[in-house]
């Protein structure tokens, strides 16, 4: 299939544009995956918001499950980019056939582990012995699917790396609508509950999976070919990978703590703040699950180019990567403060529990435009390869994420948790900007020279 786009040679504005849309409204869909799950089951009579809290403890582990896809993704995409631009196809193949033997292993050890420990996890991690049947049931139904959740997120990334953005996009959509068709009429028909909640989603990441695969097979530039086994190719893909891997992960870890003490400092109302943060987090993925679709998925064009040498297009690149990531921010920040009521509404009838979700979204985004430039810095570090700053810079904001949902709700209370975000996408840019304006150029530069 010829690409839409010529990541080597197409006017850097359009090419930016025309990769980093599809791939937004492609994070923006796959959002839908839980939004409409938690809307469903929300609404779900009678048991609503328990079966919600119950859906909320297992999202951050269904999140860290999700963040192994981006491990071999992400850590494979940008070799492959870069191999490309050096005009060695073959490696580029190889790095291909390897991460799909690398995600079908990670799924089959993850799900066996996940099904050992569930039971303790899910207690572990906030819930209670009202919430946790519901837990159990979303999650045991859940997990099971893992090997579709993994290749369809983790392959799409190889679909979107090569130029193919609508492909990559559809890819999303085909799961996206197929599961806003089967969570009604398996958690209501088919009375089904959160267990056709979570069963509707593992088809529609099937059907995604199937799309991928098809794809890459058919009618990539670079198809996916079965190949033998490469260590080594594995190891550099981990090696990349482990900072998007780790950026989901603790994110998930935050979220998980965060039910945990609220559940330990709310008292009687533990339950009721879990739902809200099951609401309040459901907004976060709207706005940061499309952002890294911007800065993630134009990695490519800065994997190419810096794998040519064309340092240039990565500088030029990088300016509207950045422009992108800060006015999404920008409009997410406005719709927290006007659409907050409206977006809540879709969750809860409850109106003080819609009044607690809709105080806490608007503290959460309060430093939202600080957190897309930090964004694209580390997306666009892990783009060109440059592990060595995109980890620590990202470490260093999860550093600051996580003392302060410690330290707030255990000196001020346990609303006061919400200020942990805010307090973290300001401090992280802060030290993030100053590396980037520093050190950008000098890879850049020293790019330059290995290649003279």
Same mark, same amino acid.
């Given at each position: 299939?010829?690409?839409?786009?010529?990541?080597?040679?197409?006017?850097?504005?359009?090419?930016?544009?025309?990769?980093?849309?599809?791939?937004?409204?492609?994070?923006?869909?796959? !959002?839908? $995956?839980?939004?409409?799950? %938690?809307? /469903?089951?929300?609404? =779900?009579? *009678? @048991?609503?918001?328990?079966? #919600?809290?119950?859906?909320?403890?297992?999202?951050?582990?269904?999140?860290?499950?999700?963040?192994?896809?981006?491990?071999?993704?992400?850590?494979?995409?940008?070799?492959?980019?870069?191999?490309?631009?050096?005009?060695?196809?073959?490696?580029?193949?190889?790095i291909v056939g390897n991460c799909f033997l690398l995600l079908c292993a990670i799924a089959l050890a993850v799900t066996g582990l996940a099904l050992a420990l569930k039971g303790p996890m899910l207690r572990l991690f906030g819930a209670s012995t !009202?919430? $946790?049947?519901?837990?159990? %049931?979303? /999650?045991?139904?859940? =997990?099971? *699917? @893992?090997?579709?959740?993994? #290749?369809?997120?983790?392959?799409?990334?190889?679909?979107?790396?090569?130029?193919?953005?609508?492909?990559?996009?559809?890819?999303?959509?085909?799961?996206?609508?197929?599961?806003?068709?089967?969570?009604?009429?398996?958690?209501?028909?088919?009375?089904?509950?959160?267990?056709?909640?979570?069963?509707?989603?593992?088809?529609?990441?099937?059907?995604?999976?199937?799309?991928?695969?098809?794809?890459?097979?058919?009618?990539?530039?670079?198809?996916?070919?079965?190949?033998?086994?490469?260590?080594?190719?594995?190891? %550099?893909?981990?090696?990349?990978?482990?900072?998007?891997?780790?950026?989901?992960?603790?994110?998930?870890?935050?979220?998980?703590?965060?039910?945990?003490?609220?559940?330990?400092?709310?008292?009687?109302?533990?339950?009721?703040?879990?739902?809200?943060?099951?609401?309040?987090?459901?907004?976060?993925?709207?706005?940061?699950?499309?952002?890294?679709?911007?800065?993630?998925?134009?990695?490519?064009?800065?994997?190419?180019?810096?794998?040519?040498?064309?340092?240039?297009?990565?500088?030029?690149?990088?300016?509207?990567?950045?422009?992108?990531?800060?006015?999404?921010?920008?409009?997410?920040?406005?719709?927290?403060?006007?659409?907050?009521?409206?977006?809540?509404?879709?969750?809860?009838?409850?109106?003080?529990?819609?009044?607690?979700?809709?105080?806490?979204?608007?503290?959460?985004?309060?430093?939202?435009?600080?957190?897309?430039?930090?964004?694209?810095?580390?997306?666009?570090?892990?783009?060109?390869?440059?592990?060595?700053?995109?980890?620590?810079?990202?470490?260093?904001?999860?550093?600051?994420?996580?003392?302060?949902?410690?330290?707030?709700?255990?000196?001020?209370?346990?609303?006061?948790?919400?200020?942990?975000?805010?307090?973290?996408?300001?401090?992280?840019?802060?030290?993030?900007?100053?590396?980037?304006?520093?050190?950008?150029?000098?890879?850049?530069?020293?790019?330059?020279?290995?290649?003279?």
């Open positions: 299939m010829k690409r839409e786009n010529d990541l080597g040679r197409d006017n850097i504005p359009g090419l930016v544009v025309r990769i980093a849309i599809p791939s937004m409204l492609a994070q923006f869909v796959s !959002v839908l $995956y839980s939004i409409v799950d %938690r809307m /469903f089951v929300g609404n =779900i009579p *009678g @048991t609503g918001d328990l079966s #919600l809290a119950g859906v909320g403890i297992c999202g951050p582990i269904v999140t860290m499950v999700g963040a192994f896809a981006f491990l071999v993704g992400v850590g494979g995409a940008p070799l492959m980019g870069i191999s490309l631009g050096e005009g060695r196809k073959e490696q580029a193949s190889r !009202v919430t $946790y049947p519901y837990a159990n %049931r979303y /999650f045991t139904v859940y =997990i099971c *699917g @893992t090997v579709f959740a993994l #290749l369809s997120t983790g392959m799409n990334q190889f679909i979107i790396s090569q130029g193919y953005a609508r492909a990559g996009m559809l890819s999303v959509m085909v799961g996206a609508v197929l599961n806003i068709v089967l969570d009604p009429l398996l958690i209501f028909v088919f009375d089904m509950g959160v267990g056709g909640a979570a069963l509707a989603t593992v088809i529609s990441q099937c059907a995604s999976g199937v799309f991928v695969l098809y794809f890459l097979v058919k009618k990539a530039a670079v198809p996916l070919v079965l190949t033998r086994p490469s260590f080594p190719v594995m190891s %550099r893909v981990l090696k990349m990978g482990f900072t998007p891997f780790a950026i989901i992960a603790v994110d998930s870890v935050m979220i998980i703590a965060m039910n945990a003490l609220l559940q330990r400092h709310g008292g009687a109302q533990g339950d009721a703040l879990i739902t809200c943060n099951t609401i309040v987090q459901s907004f976060m993925l709207v706005m940061t699950m499309p952002l890294g679709g911007i800065s993630g998925g134009t990695q490519g064009i800065l994997s190419y180019n810096y794998g040519a040498g064309n340092t240039r297009r990565v500088q030029q690149a990088q300016k509207y990567i950045i422009g992108l990531c800060v006015a999404y921010t920008a409009l997410l920040f406005v719709l927290a403060r006007t659409a907050g009521p409206a977006f809540a509404s879709l969750f809860t009838d409850d109106a003080a529990l819609n009044a607690q979700a809709c105080r806490a979204i608007r503290i959460c985004t309060l430093a939202a435009i600080p957190l897309g430039v930090q964004y694209a810095i580390v997306d666009g570090f892990t783009g060109m390869g440059q592990v060595q700053l995109s980890l620590p810079l990202s470490f260093w904001r999860k550093g600051v994420y996580f003392a302060a949902v410690f330290a707030l709700p255990a000196l001020l209370g346990a609303d006061m948790i919400f200020y942990a975000e805010p307090i973290a996408d300001l401090l992280g840019p802060m030290v993030s900007i100053p590396v980037q304006l520093i050190l950008g150029k000098r890879i850049l530069q020293k790019r330059e020279t290995q290649l003279q």
